[in-house]
Every structure is written in structure tokens, then in C-alpha cells.
């Protein structure tokens, strides 16, 4: 079977650094995506990892160990607008994702 | 940005009618969309994969004669609930992947739409 692995809520104050980790067992692994979905809303793509290492963009940055199945995102400068859930998931096939069970992060003042 | 969009956004209906959802690429042709449901405060989970000019593919467990899929054309796929019973209430999201990336590619999202059966 497939499982993506997340905390299910992780609270931080505005300025902090928070990260949220994803531990993955699939049968095909072709790249690890995050995404933002805030209440009510769509899922929006934040960072994509196809190799192991360190993917920065902005005040967010995407880890990937493929030989742990592990990765994370990490958050810096957390604002209030940042309060929102998010989700890893796998890339197990053409176009294929497999999400995450999520993280509710709440960033208060 | 690639824009997906979805009507409805909201929908009630009375249990045993059909309803039927669209999923549209506003500004681009997407050869594969999928689509999800997720439960209040859960995970996405991946209903189908619709493939333009071809049969639907069904996850395990996904009924595909209560959920039925149609991809007409590049840029509009429609799932119907039908016979929808209380415990089809959810949020429904569609995803739209333009054209062919290799093994990076990015869903584009609708807003979802959120069917509540009485």
C-alpha cells in the first residue's frame, strides 16, 4: 500500500522557523511535491524535490532523502497568512500524486 | 499562472438525484486531469485519473458507475454522482496537469466544489 506520513498539527508564532516532516512508503517514487491548501480553498504548489538534497524558494525550502523516505518543508519568517494546511505528496507515476495525510500549521501573533 | 476552474462551487441536492460537476483549464489544454475528494480536515484522495478521448481510470474502491467521468474535450472533464445518498457529501477537487513535463509536472487545482446531499 501507499502512506505519507505528517504531523497533524504544528503551532508556531509569527517570525519563527517551523518544519514539518514526511515520511513516505510507496510503490513507485518519482519526486516529492508540497502543497498550501487554506480552508475552503484549492491546493497550491509550493516546492518540488525529484533529487535528494535542499530546494530553496523564498522563505520556503524543500528537503528530500530518498534513501530515509523522508523529506520536509521548511518555513522561515512565518507570517499569519501562513496558517493553512499542508500536504507532501509523492510522485508515483505519470502525473500520478499521492498525498499526505497533512499538517495544520497555526501561526499566531 | 494556469487557472482550473470548477462549477459549481456548492451544490445541495436531495438524496437519489444526479449531479454533475465541471472541471474546466481556462488557459491551457490539459491532456490528463484527476479528481479527488477529501473529507472535512483529511487528506486528498484520488478519485480517478480522466485522460481526453479515453475511459476514465479508477482508483481501488472508487465505484465507476456511481462516479462517472467524462473527458470531452482538452479543456473540460465532468464528474456525475449519481443516485447521490448523504454519504457522497464532500468536497470535490479537480486537478489539471498541462501537457507533457517529463517526471516533474504541476496539478493546477480548481477551487473545488463542495456537495452536501440531504
Known amino acids: 500500500g501507499q502512506s505519507l506520513e505528517q504531523p497533524s498539527e504544528v503551532t508556531a508564532v509569527e517570525g519563527a522557523i517551523v518544519q514539518i516532516n514526511c515520511t513516505y512508503q510507496?510503490?513507485?517514487?518519482?519526486?516529492l511535491s508540497w502543497y498550501q491548501q487554506h480552508d475552503g480553498g484549492a491546493p497550491t504548489f509550493l516546492s518540488y524535490n525529484g533529487l535528494d538534497g535542499l530546494e530553496e524558494t523564498g522563505r520556503f525550502s524543500s528537503f528530500l532523502s530518498r534513501s530515509d523516505s523522508y523529506g520536509y518543508l521548511l518555513l522561515q519568517e512565518l507570517q499569519m497568512k501562513d496558517s493553512a494546511s499542508y500536504f507532501c505528496a509523492v510522485h508515483t507515476g505519470f502525473q500520478k500524486l499521492v498525498f499526505g495525510t497533512g499538517t495544520r500549521l497555526l501561526v499566531s501573533p | 499562472g494556469a487557472v482550473v476552474s470548477q462549477h459549481p462551487s456548492r451544490v445541495i441536492c436531495k438524496s437519489g438525484t444526479s449531479v454533475k460537476i465541471e472541471c474546466r483549464s481556462l488557459?491551457?489544454?490539459?491532456?490528463?486531469m484527476f479528481w479527488y475528494r477529501q473529507f472535512p480536515k483529511k487528506s486528498l484522495m484520488l478519485m480517478a485519473t480522466?485522460?481526453?478521448?479515453?475511459?476514465?481510470?479508477?482508483e481501488q474502491g472508487v465505484e465507476k458507475d456511481k462516479f462517472l467521468i467524462n473527458h470531452a474535450s482538452l479543456t473540460l472533464s465532468t464528474l456525475t454522482v449519481t443516485s447521490a445518498h448523504p454519504e457522497d457529501s464532500s468536497f470535490y477537487i479537480c486537478?489539471?496537469?498541462?501537457?507533457?513535463?517529463?517526471?516533474?509536472?504541476?496539478?493546477?487545482f480548481g477551487p473545488g466544489t463542495r456537495l452536501t446531499v440531504t
Open positions: 488557459d491551457f489544454q490539459a491532456t490528463t
Open positions: 486537478s489539471a496537469v498541462r501537457g507533457l513535463q517529463g517526471f516533474f509536472y504541476e496539478q493546477y
Open positions: 480522466s485522460n481526453e478521448g479515453s475511459k476514465a481510470t479508477y
Open positions: 510507496t510503490s513507485g517514487f518519482y519526486g
